[in-house]
């Protein structure tokens, strides 16, 4: 029997994003610099380049945030949406082009941080032990993982990973928990 497969449904909306966003979001950070930039020089352009980087940074935050408004869901991106049109509204064009921007810059390093973080619980789960040596009727014997049963007693020798969760019952020992914390061997 084989050990359980789990399948997470991924809850953010960015792990799923295409190539040509990210170049949608690098030419809007470009836009939003130049508006800085003229707006800083007093040059009139400088409300025309603030609305282009926003509107190419909704191009990739509206799609999500429709789909959140269909399925009843109010969320940050949408909230963020809303305040960049707001302060548009208002004469703000910098500001909220900026919002826009930093919001979907923020769900990029969100995807990002996310990806890696599951990479590693997936790189030490195959670095798990799928036996474990069981002490019964006066000797070990190799068990799977998942057929231990709580209360037993596991064997552990020196330099083995410990395969499950559990109390020292019998000697001293030192557990490396480099592998958990990710500190450098």
Not at 3 to 17: L, Y
Not at 73 to 95: I, N, Q, R, W
Not at 101 to 120: D, I, K, M, N, Q
Not at 152 to 158: A, G, I, M, R, T
């Amino acid at each position: 029997m084989e050990a359980a497969v789990i399948v997470v449904e991924v809850e953010c909306s960015v792990c799923r994003r295409s190539g040509w966003e990210l170049k949608v979001v690098a030419a809007s950070a470009a836009l939003l610099c130049l508006a800085l930039a003229a707006g800083l020089l007093g040059w009139e352009v400088y409300a025309w380049l603030a609305l282009g980087s926003l509107v190419l940074s909704m191009l990739v935050l509206l799609p999500g945030g429709i789909r959140e408004v269909r399925e009843g869901v109010f969320s940050v991106g949408l909230l963020a949406a809303l305040a960049s049109v707001s302060a548009v509204a208002l004469g703000y064009y910098g500001e909220g082009a900026a919002v826009a921007l930093l919001y979907v810059v923020a769900e990029w390093l969100e995807a990002y941080a996310y990806g890696r973080a599951e990479a590693s619980v997936m790189e030490l789960a195959e670095e798990a032990p799928r036996v474990a040596r069981v002490l019964r009727g006066g000797g070990a014997e190799a068990v799977r993982v998942e057929d231990v049963r709580v209360g037993e007693v596991v064997l552990v020798k020196p330099g083995e990973v410990a395969p499950l969760d559990g109390v020292v019952v019998e000697g001293y020992t030192a557990v490396g928990e480099a592998l958990l914390t990710g500190e450098a061997c």
